[in-house]
């Protein structure tokens, strides 16, 4: 059966216009991701009362039912209740799920908006059709950002949930509608892991649901190549209720799930337990990493007397006061693009991006006083070598510029909105570009930013040892190598 689906979805993939799919955020779950995300749910007895939200043509059902009917999952019977806005799908949805049918096996087809009947249902209002609660969800919802005045984001406040993004509402309120001991699996970015805007996203969550298994690709924009997403998507398997306990962590190179290698972790490596943010860590192996094996790479950045904030400068906000080049009345302005290869160039003539910014009434509350600073690039892919970036700002270059502006895609590490002393900040640049800091990093940072409140959340060495780092680094006068810095973190941490 899920050849003839394959097909279909092949048909309307190259069919449907991307605006529409953008527009949607209807990406169609290939065949094979279906069937493997059909095989993560353990064995059952009894009915099933399964829901695939966001069914499309209806790939998650149909593999979930030919498991059943393999005799692989031990229901007496299957209730379906899948929901799909894009009432074109429809009549390929009911011939998928019609042509399942056993004699136990019933289903129901929904349009309408998921998010707005869901969330009516879960806040319980009165005149709100209740939906039941489900034994097995199955996901693969739309990736699509929330406005903050949307219909959709005030209908899941009145549910409880705060978020951006219609993935994680769909999971969230899956989540609020599964019985107790219910198995949700669903197919998502990696973004929501990590950063500010995904906290209330990763409590609701893990307040009600514990985590069973994660599976990773390690090619980022395997999952739905067809129709060229280039975000990196984990597949994960919550249970509703379930107390906290082993985590299974899977990976496979890309979507045939040819080399499957599967390793189970305590919780307490994939949420640690003194994190108030809650980021969700995955290791890809079952190997610690070298900075959760030691203990000299303990301290917070407050611990450290340092701050990390993002750039205050948008440079379209201030468009009118900047200057491709330095200009009476001007200071500098840096961009990422005057970093490379850990070394900071300025003024570059001739780049897209402007070298100053007029000091005016307008600019002077962005600016920061002329240090010594560290700064991390805010945009990486995940196929760069290193996901950090670090940079050393070197005062000399500036004259007798009293201030200077950092744009928004640089984070800034400074002491109390002021320099560093020059050994720390030389010390934090190299800690921050070796092999250990980007191994723990990309097992909670799965998308393109590195934000300051991750780096935030990371542990350092002690202010003694990076000042030690950084006086030999500087001596080095050209960036040290990727292997000479990562000799240098175990020396001065041993």
Not at 50 to 66: K, P, R, T
Not at 109 to 133: I, Y
Not at 438 to 458: C, I, K, P, S, Y
């Amino acid at each position: 059966m899920l050849t003839e689906i394959e097909q279909a979805r092949l048909r309307r993939s190259l069919a449907t216009d991307p605006a529409r799919k953008a527009r949607l955020g209807q990406f169609l779950t290939p065949a094979r991701t279906a069937a493997f995300m059909a095989s993560m749910f353990p064995p059952s007895e009894g009915d099933c009362r399964l829901l695939d939200a966001g069914a499309g043509i209806g790939s998650l059902s149909v593999a979930f039912v030919d498991r059943w009917k393999r005799g692989e999952l031990g229901f007496d019977r299957v209730d379906v209740d899948a929901f799909e806005l894009d009432a074109t799908l429809h009549g390929d949805l009911t011939r998928s799920l019609a042509a399942c049918d056993n004699g136990r096996l019933s289903f129901a087809v929904h349009g309408g908006d998921f998010v707005e009947q869901a969330s009516a249902s879960v806040a319980g209002d009165m005149f709100a059709a209740a939906l039941p609660r489900y034994s097995h969800i199955i996901l693969n919802p739309p990736y699509k950002k929330i406005s903050s005045d949307s219909t959709h984001r005030l209908a899941l406040r009145r549910a409880g949930i705060e978020t951006v993004n219609l993935y994680s509402a769909f999971v969230a309120l899956a989540v609020a509608l599964a019985a107790p001991g219910g198995q949700i699996v669903a197919i998502i970015p990696r973004s929501f892991c990590n950063g500010p805007y995904y906290r209330h996203f990763r409590s609701f969550i893990l307040d009600r649901a514990a985590i069973r298994h994660i599976h990773l690709f390690d090619a980022r924009n395997k999952a739905f190549k067809d129709d060229d997403v280039l975000q990196e998507n984990v597949i994960i398997r919550l249970e509703r209720d379930g107390q906290p306990g082993p985590v299974t962590v899977s990976t496979s190179t890309d979507d045939t799930f040819s080399d499957v290698a599967i390793h189970d972790h305590p919780f307490c490596r994939i949420v640690h337990s003194d994190d108030s943010e809650r980021f969700v860590h995955i290791p890809a192996g079952p190997e610690a990493t070298a900075l959760e094996l030691s203990s000299a790479v303990r301290c917070t950045l407050a611990e450290l007397g340092v701050s990390v904030s993002t750039g205050p400068i948008v440079d379209y906000r201030l468009k009118e006061h900047l200057r491709d080049a330095p200009v009476e009345g001007s200071v500098p302005l840096l961009y990422p693009a005057h970093f490379s290869g850990g070394s900071m160039s300025w003024p570059i003539l001739g780049m897209k991006k402007p070298n100053a910014i007029m000091l005016n009434e307008d600019s002077r509350r962005w600016m920061y006083p002329t240090g010594t600073y560290c700064v991390v690039r805010r945009f990486s892919s995940k196929e760069e070598a290193r996901r950090i970036v670090a940079s050393v700002v070197n005062p000399e270059a500036f004259g007798d510029a009293r201030v200077l502006g950092f744009e928004n895609h640089l984070n800034v590490f400074h002491a109390d909105g002021g320099g560093l002393p020059v050994d720390l900040a030389h010390g934090l640049a190299a800690f921050l570009n070796t092999s250990a800091v980007d191994e723990a990093f990309r097992r909670f940072n799965g998308h393109t930013q590195v934000n300051a409140t991750d780096l935030r959340r990371m542990k350092y060495p002690s202010v003694e040892t990076l000042t030690e780092i950084g006086r030999w680094a500087a001596r080095h006068g050209e960036p040290p190598t990727q292997t000479l810095l990562d000799q240098q973190l175990l020396k001065a941490t041993a």
